[in-house]
């Protein structure tokens, strides 16, 4: 197992950098905004444990873990709480706490299922919700955790065969002139290869019939395929009864991305209310042609495009994105100011809603997440020294 | 190889060695301990795996595989318990056999292992053509019942080296 990869699966920097800039401009904030908020999207995607440690930060404010981190984590049950805690929080948001199967299903298959991801969930809102009269890092946040409830739809953020297992059913439709092709997916497993678009041969984590394998975290089993969002797949979920299903990523990424511009209008204050399965499609409508381009060409990081559609929106140049970029402020910072700086206020932000989500996991009666506090009722200081001694 | 799977990858090594010498010390007897051991396991894990189906696997597409597995341990344990009271021979020869099936269970694993680019290919496929040519070798000596054991136990010792160093790379 030291030499496979571990692919659990991150929404690629394209969108969460590039098109969430796009949409932040398009729903009314300045550059510097969109930045601060395209920023902190990204940056959930290299803020682990080996970070925080360096910048001597709160290592409960983790919002991913690199593979070197999983390829060691344990999969007893604590580790497992810290691995569900980190990647249903942030990547792969549960669509329903309560979800029912037939009644003689047990409840240790019931907790796994009621973690699978999907868009527009109460805790879509309730993510949303808790970045309303925040900080620009909270809605980046916001916006990744909600992009990826497209891209991530149908797989758990728990370590899971029975939920995220992929078979030899696996299929991509590719577009060739007015004809749609089905082609078989092609797994490998070597780390250092890049996937082949062109010949549809992809790279996976290994089958392992250990049910808490790591290899069976997310949508590592199904590859990078999810986070591309040219391709259409078809395959049978583990859960599923199976049933296929043919995930569009084109249509889901345009749905992806008006929603986010919907909710950053809201997080402006131009909505009162945040609804679920609302989109600013009209407001988004004349760029159409543009974004669905972009989304449709296939092309394994499509970073170059969506940086000229969202510099040509604000007519200001985006800097690329660079991790180190605000660690000095941080580590500089006297420590009662550290909260004030950037990352500071990044740390805040994700603990919030890891706590969030943790408590409402917790909440629900499934425990793979842990015992949970609400920080609502017990304040951020008392959370954050909670989960930071479980560590 | 997560921390925990090291530690239980090198305590099973270290049983295994135990097990290894018991037989190559005491021939006549060890191989009973061994064969004891190995239906006791191959139960538990039955056991197991049919825990597994019934409250997890069955929800899943091809969980039925995982209730056919659990079948075939249990069904394999038990039938190792029954063999104690044949001829030592027809003992031997079945643990040979399971041996040897293990060889190429690891062939098969390297073999998927080149045709997915995984680097450990060669490791797994070599140390599974050494179970396999151990076990075959094992056969001319079978009017031997000292020689079988003490071969048999040589290659005990070599998987329990091979699971050790696995889990430290």
Known sequence: MDLVTVKVGKMQIDFHYYATYAAAIIAGYSHEESMEICYSAQFVDVCSRTLLSKLKAPGNAATTQLQLELADARTDIIGLQDITRIWSSFHFLPYDLHAKRDKHCRRTYLDKYRLICNSNGPLVADTVNLAKNNSLQAVGIAMHVLADTWAHKYFAGTPSLVINNVNYYFYEWVVDGDNSLRRKVVTRHNPTAADDIVRGIYTASMSSNDENSIMNLGHGRAGHLPDYSFIRYEYMPAWGDYNNIIKDNPSDYWHAFCQMVYALRYLRGEYDTFELDTYDFDVVSRWEDEIKAILIKRQLDSSEDWKQFGEALSGSSISDFDENTWQKQYMNAAKADKDATFLGKFFKAAIVQKSMVSNRIFESGNSLAGVSVNFKNNGLSFVRNRIGRAR | ?169
């Open chain 2, 1 to 169: 190889m997560t921390l925990f799977q090291r530690i239980r990858s090198v305590i099973i090594g270290l049983v295994m060695l135990i097990f290894a010498f018991l037989i190559v010390i005491d021939p006549k007897e060890g191989y009973q301990t061994v064969a004891a051991l190995l239906s006791l396991s191959l139960i538990f894990s039955g056991f197991k795996t049919l825990w597994y189906y019934f409250t997890l696997a069955r929800h899943m597409i091809g969980g039925l595989a995982v209730l056919i597995r659990a079948v075939i341990m249990l069904d394999l344990g038990f039938f190792t318990i029954s063999l104690q009271h044949l001829p030592r021979v027809y003992l031997l020869l079945y643990l040979l056999l399971i041996y040897a099936f293990t060889g190429v269970v690891d062939i098969l694993n390297g073999l998927e292992a080149r045709r997915m680019e995984a680097p450990n290919w060669k490791f797994k496929t070599f140390s599974g053509i050494i179970i396999v040519s151990l076990a075959l070798v094992t056969l001319f000596f079978v009017r031997s019942l000292t020689v079988l054991v003490v071969v048999y136990g040589i290659g005990l010792i070599y998987s329990a080296l091979v699971r050790i160093i696995s889990a430290f790379r």
